[in-house]
């Protein structure tokens, strides 16, 4: 069974910083490349950054573009999302995903 | 920015056929995916590639795309496939991804 299982997000003031975490299981993970994709409260699906399975490539929308950095450790099949300089539109549920798979999502709130 | 269009909603009695279109300037050249989302639950993917369905996906989910519109029909829906549906695609230069605007089904 394939399991995506996001953690790291919580409660951060503007300008703060956090690293989401993505553990998967149950797939070949260096075979997938991976995205995170959020969603604000009562918004639509924002895709947010991608990176190919080797991790060489990496892509960014134009709204984190300079503040997030994905990564990701094939030998630990983890991806990660470090976010900096977090604003107030970046809160949201942040998923974890390939095309088929998707994680359960992590809440990331930005607030004073 | 590279965007994808979908009509807000959509509503359709049951056994009906609900047709929910994606448009974009680069779906002639690259494929289209269709997700639902329920209330509360993370994306199923329920078509890839323009018109194959992933395992576990009813049949009476397909989709299609001509042009610059990519289609996802659902041939006979049924309440439980009130959702919310979103397509999604990249752009010409494959390297920035984009879900469509969303459309919301109604089955009733």
């Known amino acids: 069974e394939v399991q995506l299982l996001e953690s790291g997000g919580g409660l951060v003031q503007p300008g703060g910083s956090l690293r989401l975490f993505c553990a998967a299981s149950?797939?070949?993970?260096?075979?997938?490349?991976m995205t995170w994709v959020r969603q604000a409260p009562g918004k639509g699906l924002e895709w947010v950054s991608a990176?190919?399975?080797?991790?060489?490539?990496?892509y960014y929308a134009d709204s984190v573009k300079g503040r997030f950095t994905i990564s990701r450790d094939n030998s630990k099949n983890t991806l990660y999302l470090q976010m900096n300089n977090l604003r107030a539109e970046d809160t949201a549920v942040y998923y974890c995903?390939?095309?088929?798979?998707w994680g359960q999502g992590t809440l990331v709130t930005v607030s004073s | 920015s590279y965007e994808l269009t979908q009509p807000p909603s959509v509503s359709v009695s049951p056994g009906q056929t609900a047709r929910i279109t994606c448009s974009g300037d680069a779906l002639p050249k690259k494929y289209a995916y269709w997700y639902q989302q329920k209330s509360g639950q993370a994306p199923v993917l329920v078509i890839y590639?323009?018109?194959k369905r992933p395992s576990g996906i009813p049949e009476r989910f397909s989709g299609s795309s001509s042009g610059t519109m990519a289609t996802l029909t659902i041939s006979g829906a049924q309440v439980e496939d009130e959702a919310d549906y979103y397509c999604y695609s990249t752009d010409s230069s494959g390297h920035h991804s984009v879900f469509g605007t969303g459309t919301k089904v109604t089955v009733l």
């Open positions: 990176i190919s399975g080797s991790g060489g490539g990496t």
């Open positions: 995903a390939s095309v088929e798979y």
């Open positions: 149950g797939i070949t993970f260096s075979s997938y490349a």
């Open positions: 590639e323009d018109s």
